[in-house]
């Protein structure tokens, strides 16, 4: 168990529709990042906060969103969803913004869009 | 964005054989990290490397940060059925704000 925690665990929803997953970091990391993990691909880098604000972005689509709150959990939210964006879902989170950045994963949200 | 390139790609190996896969980039990485991953869990970091050269074990794995600071290895000694799933070397990029980028994974089955 690495401390990370991410609900829902499973989510199917239709396309058009919008999601928010959430990510509680272990204790004491102040940073959090968002993964996504297609099917039978590695992960790809969506975007990264430290202490509540946005740190470094990758490939997030416009439609996606993500903020994290005073209490340092992390919400992701997904809009005008495609069948493509069904996929695996990770958040991980590290004690440190950027320089040493040994990150812990979540267990992940599996999405399906139908 | 960067790739971080893994060989081989898939290994399969017979029970106590040992194990040794590669990641390369075209550019310089200040940190190695490497993760497995069971299917559908998320990754379990195994080991950090943080300079050049560097050499850090961790029971029966034994991963390198390469001396060009443009390569990594991870070595498992002995393999066991429970080595099995997908390895991935990872880092941070500082020429583009500190993106994470991920390997494209090794897929490692092992034979009792």
């Known amino acids: 168990d690495s401390g990370v925690t991410q609900t829902p665990k499973h989510l199917i929803t239709a396309t058009g529709q919008r999601v928010t997953l959430r990510c509680s970091p272990r204790?004491?990391?102040?940073?959090v990042y968002w993964y996504q993990q297609s099917l039978d691909q590695g992960l790809q880098f969506l975007i990264q906060?430290?202490?509540?604000?946005?740190?470094a972005k990758g490939n997030i689509l416009e439609r996606f969103s993500a903020q994290q709150f005073p209490d340092l959990h992390s919400e992701l939210n997904l809009s005008s969803l495609e069948l493509g964006d069904s996929a695996l879902y990770f958040c991980?989170?590290?004690?440190?913004?950027?320089?040493?950045?040994?990150?812990?994963f979540g267990p992940g949200t599996r999405l399906t869009v139908l | 964005g960067q790739q971080l390139n893994q060989s081989p790609q898939s290994m399969f190996i017979q029970e106590g054989e040992d194990v040794s896969m590669n990641c390369t980039s075209s550019?310089?990485?200040?940190?190695w990290l490497w993760y497995k991953q069971d299917p559908g869990e998320g990754p379990v970091l195994l080991i950090a490397?943080?300079?050049?050269?560097e050499l850090t074990s961790n029971g029966r794995l034994t991963a390198q940060f390469g001396i060009t600071r443009k390569d990594s290895f991870l070595n498992i000694s002995a393999s066991i059925p429970s080595d099995v799933g997908i390895y991935f070397c990872?880092?941070?990029?500082?020429?583009?704000?500190?993106?994470?980028?991920f390997g494209t994974g090794t897929s490692l089955t092992v034979i009792p």
């Open positions: 906060y430290y202490n509540g604000e946005e740190r």
């Open positions: 990872a880092g941070p990029y500082s020429n583009t704000g500190n993106q994470f980028y």
């Open positions: 204790s004491g990391d102040l940073s």
């Open positions: 991980a989170s590290s004690v440190m913004g950027g320089g040493l950045n040994e990150q812990f």
């Open positions: 490397l943080y300079k050049a050269g």
């Open positions: 550019s310089i990485f200040n940190t």
